[in-house]
């Protein structure tokens, strides 16, 4: 790898604290709904996030240089049933900002809930956590970075 050579994402998440990880380099990640799959027969849920690269660090409040985006595939495996609120699948063209990735456990099943801003979410009801998350191509640089009110 070169010096100036950024390395890709590639996590995996086998139980809640790996799925909290995951969630941290997710986090305010645009999803567009289109992007959104369940393959019953697989047990997969996937999508294809544009991910902020916070590991590329962030400069001082105002400081718009050296952010960046990249796009990232996320699949969970061992789905047995996903629902969704806040939105419809229809609206193909809507774009979720993920907020927080986050496992549940009792006694009979595990499920994993993706958070995103306005109300909306994803319920996967899951044999147990595993998911993997890998960056697609190379980042790009963008003026954006995004922000949170102290206390979010």
């Known amino acids: 790898m070169a010096p100036d050579d950024k390395p890709a994402l590639k996590l995996r998440a086998e139980d809640a604290d790996d799925l909290a990880v995951l969630s941290a380099c997710l986090q305010d990640a ?39 985006r990249v796009l990232c595939g996320v699949t969970f495996g061992q789905v047995r049933a996903v629902s969704y609120r806040g939105f419809r699948r229809s609206d193909e063209d809507r774009i979720l900002c993920l907020l927080a990735i986050r496992a549940e456990d009792d006694a009979d099943a595990v499920t994993i809930v993706l958070e995103f801003a306005g109300g909306a979410a994803i319920r ?3 044999a147990a956590v595993s998911c993997r998350a890998r960056d697609l191509g190379d980042p790009w640089p963008t003026p954006w970075a995004p922000r949170h009110e102290e206390g979010e």
Do not use: T
Not at 41 to 68: K, T, Y
């Open 30 to 68: 645009l999803v567009a709904v289109r992007d959104l799959g369940y393959f019953a027969v697989e047990q997969e849920f996937i999508f294809v996030a544009n991910r902020f690269r916070w590991e590329s660090g962030l400069r001082s409040p105002g400081d718009h240089e050296g952010h960046e």
């Open 124 to 126: 996967l009801d899951v």
